[in-house]
């Protein structure tokens, strides 16, 4: 009936928009009662909370269980995590809106979706698909109100049943630290929970009057903690510090063998050859898994398996291998003469401008993540199931790809989430999901036994996706006043988003994605160009550039190279007019007092003296998101010039993320982000020769040792503003701030990222 029907598309159309109904994600253990997808409490007074975001360092298994706490009243102490099950329960709609250009059909019968995360086609697609991605800072905008209404109707629910027990109105009954209160009488949540459940949840729940907030303030010195007391503390540090915090590559199934793995060149590599004979007489190995483009070992211990790898010493024919010398050419060739797309325009744009009085050129080299675990997977296959313990920052997409390898119904897939020891967005990939369940397939047949892969350092380093490189062009015209009035941007890359999208959710290989979005215009790749000054006429053009290295996502994204680039070139302006850096960037902030609030906080903390020569003294501000629900950074950075070379001695950020949710995890974030954006400036990045990076080993990057680290203070501004992820917000304004810092120490104009990555 619904395929006959479907010609005329209406009810299947209308089947689509049908609301959906899901099971509970958690059942509850023994002495445990659940309230909804997101908590439970038990017997023993334990509340335990729900968290469908993978936790990657960035504290999401201790702010959305604190959002729970502070509606329901619990005692922090007695509160637990549980990573939850993929479901569509715990859609991710802000980021499916996000990302709708990567993941919405071309044509077909439905309507365009829009990317509003109220849009309810969007909505169903979401939860259709199970789309939980943890990314672009979307955990707080897509779960808080969620975990506000979960705990409050428990908390409701837990009123009913003292209530009920004393005689009195519900809504006298007050709930806090673990306890229903009632005048003199109270109950603990433990005793209540039975009786709660039998009760109806008022609709729509009963919300605190004010969301979860904590004061914020000042923090100085690297990874310095104040003497105030931490209000919630992380829920997984202690674990961490003792060890007993599982990772990924931690879990040990009974009879488990464990798989070492060789790749080829980038990007096409297929194994030809490889010597079994010289591999087969180490000892502890079980056999060996050849891939079209792997070459796989099997072993009682990984070390084993590696040690077989090398002496069988594979070999690989490669087509199109990815070459530095031919990347720039790339590059250069689109900057100059290439097709552009205009992706974003104010005002009349370009079009009243015949020459651009000011144009400087900036480059960016593929940076890779330098995350501290290497990719791992643990499966086993048994029964026609495949069961997966991973790292991922996509899980429903990982399951998808791991059953399309085998042959599986995605039902037969089970994913337990595992956390990430970093990642800044490497776990969005899952080639290794894929390879373990291949590998997994044939430990089976062979020996009956699971298995574990994991990728060693310079597996990690050979197969990653780099942030995308580029090349672009940035022209301004002044007006009578001294300000500018037109800005113009040009950018040659890759359409990197899109191509992250066809191998996402198309289950496309690197090069056919790259194949298949060649001259598209992409917004995502090039987002942050646009000033957040009140430049009357500006025009951002993208220059699509088709390159035989896959592009990937990375922390700040986008952000972290256009942020480079515009606060440079704004600093090389007001250098080169005799301004004043500080005052000439609040002269055309316009309307934006949060960021000039920002610039003005971190000069004071800074005691900014101008950025005159010889200062070594670096300014740069950025705006990430819209104008009302964005989130604001200034940082300046002091730099000295001495018989070692240049050293970066301070880094000082003024930072209006909104409302705070915990004050703690967000400075951490905030200078976790400061430190990972200073390794982006002074390192990160690597060559290609005949598709091998050049950099095979973390020590190869120039990431910054704790005697590297600068010392920081960090200036958290209260704001009554939607809260912003602190994670990204600290990254994008490094980079500037210490190339406009080097220009001041030194007299030298660095434009290319890493910075003095291409000489003096």
């Known amino acids: 009936m619904l395929a006959g029907a479907a010609a005329g598309g209406g009810l299947l159309l209308a089947w689509t928009l049908m609301p959906r109904t899901y099971g509970a994600p958690l059942e509850p253990g023994q002495g445990e009662?659940?309230?909804?997808?997101?908590?439970?409490?038990?017997?023993?007074?334990v509340v335990t909370v729900a968290v469908p975001q993978l936790e990657m360092g960035q504290g999401v298994t201790t702010i959305l269980p604190q959002i729970v706490a502070m509606e329901l009243g619990a005692d922090w102490r007695q509160v637990a995590v549980e990573p939850a099950p993929v479901s569509g329960a715990y859609a991710n709609l802000p980021l499916a809106a996000r990302w709708a250009p990567l993941w919405r059909p071309a044509g077909g019968f439905l309507p365009r979706l829009t990317d509003d995360a109220d849009d309810l086609l969007l909505r169903r697609w979401a939860e259709a698909n199970r789309f939980t991605a943890t990314a672009d800072g979307t955990s707080l905008p897509a779960y808080e109100q969620a975990c506000r209404e979960a705990g409050a109707s428990a908390r409701a629910l837990l009123q009913m049943a003292a209530a009920e027990r004393w005689g009195v109105a519900w809504e006298e009954c007050e709930a806090a630290e673990g306890f229903v209160t009632h005048e003199q009488r109270r109950a603990r949540f433990a005793e209540l929970a039975e009786e709660a459940a039998s009760f109806d949840a008022p609709s729509p729940p009963p919300l605190r009057p004010e969301p979860p907030a904590v004061p914020t303030g000042t923090r100085t010195g690297a990874s310095a903690l104040q003497e105030e007391e931490i209000v919630f503390p992380r829920l997984d540090l202690p674990a961490k510090v003792d060890g007993s915090y599982l990772f990924a590559g931690d879990v040990r199934l009974p009879d488990m063998v464990f798989a070492a793995i060789r790749h080829g060149p980038r990007p096409q590599a297929e194994l030809t050859q490889y010597d079994l004979e010289a591999g087969s007489g180490q000892r502890g190995l079980l056999g060996v898994v050849r891939g079209k483009r792997f070459l796989a070992a099997l072993g009682e211990t990984w070390w084993a398996a590696e040690q077989a790898l090398e002496r069988m010493a594979p070999r690989y024919?490669?087509?199109?291998?990815?070459?530095?010398?031919?990347?720039?050419?790339?590059?250069?060739?689109?900057?100059?003469?290439?097709?552009?797309?205009?992706?974003?325009?104010r005002g009349t744009g370009d079009a009243e401008v015949d020459r651009f009085p000011l144009v400087r050129r900036y480059d960016i080299a593929p940076a890779v993540h330098g995350t501290i675990e290497t990719a791992s997977a643990s499966a086993r296959l048994a029964d026609g199931r495949l069961e997966l313990w991973i790292a991922s920052q996509a899980p429903q997409q990982a399951r998808e790809a791991a059953a399309k390898a085998i042959g599986l119904s995605i039902a037969d897939v089970v994913l337990y989430p595992m956390p990430a020891g970093g990642s800044f967005d490497r776990r969005l990939e899952h080639d290794h999901a894929i390879e373990a369940a291949l590998i997994a397939r044939e430990a089976a047949e062979s020996l009956g036994?699971?298995?574990?892969?994991?990728?060693?350092?310079?597996?990690?380093?050979?197969?990653?996706?780099?942030?995308?490189p580029a090349a672009a062009a940035l022209g301004a015209r002044l007006a009578a006043d001294g300000l500018i009035d037109a800005f113009r941007a040009r950018i040659a890359c890759p359409p990197a988003a899109r191509e992250f999208g066809r191998r996402l959710f198309a289950?496309?290989?690197?090069?056919?994605?790259?194949?298949?979005?060649?001259?598209?215009?992409?917004?995502?790749?090039?987002?942050?160009?646009?000033?957040p000054y009140a430049i009357p006429d500006v025009a951002i053009d993208h220059v699509p550039v088709s390159l035989s290295l896959p592009s990937g996502r990375m922390r700040a994204n986008a952000h972290g190279l256009t942020c480079f680039m515009v606060e440079s070139f704004i600093d090389e302006i007001a250098h080169d007019r005799g301004e004043e850096p500080l005052s000439w960037r609040i002269a055309m902030l316009g309307q934006d007092l949060r960021l000039a609030q920002c610039l003005q906080r971190v000069a004071r903390l800074a005691g900014w003296g101008g950025g005159a020569g010889g200062s070594g003294e670096g300014l740069a501000c950025h705006r990430m998101g819209g104008v009302d629900d964005g989130g604001r950074i200034a940082v300046v950075a002091n730099a000295t010039r001495g018989e070692g070379g240049v050293r970066i001695q301070r880094i000082v950020a003024s930072v209006d993320i909104g409302r705070v949710v915990n004050r703690d995890v967000a400075l951490q974030q905030v200078e976790g982000g400061l430190i990972f954006g200073l390794g982006l400036t002074l390192g990160s990045a690597t060559d290609y020769i005949d598709g091998l990076p050049t950099n095979r080993r973390l020590?190869?990057?120039?990431?910054?040792?704790?005697?590297?680290?600068?010392?920081?203070a960090i200036d958290l501004i209260s704001s009554d503003a939607p809260p912003v992820d602190p994670g990204e917000i600290g990254v994008p304004a490094v980079a500037p701030a210490i190339a406009n810092a080097l220009y001041a120490a030194t007299g030298l104009r660095l434009r290319r990222l890493p910075l003095l990555s291409g000489g003096l």
């Open 699 to 712: 020590a190869q990057l120039d990431l910054p040792t704790l005697a590297d680290c600068p010392e920081i």
């Open 507 to 531: 289950r496309r290989t690197a090069w056919a994605a790259i194949d298949e979005v060649a001259g598209e215009a992409d917004p995502l790749a090039v987002e942050g160009l646009l000033p």
């Open 33 to 45: 009662t659940s309230f909804d997808a997101w908590l439970r409490i038990g017997r023993d007074g």
């Open 317 to 345: 024919a490669v087509t199109g291998v990815v070459e530095s010398s031919q990347i720039e050419a790339a590059l250069d060739e689109g900057l100059l003469r290439g097709s552009a797309y205009r992706v974003e325009e």
């Open 449 to 468: 036994r699971p298995v574990q892969l994991t990728w060693s350092r310079w597996q990690e380093q050979l197969a990653l996706h780099p942030r995308m």
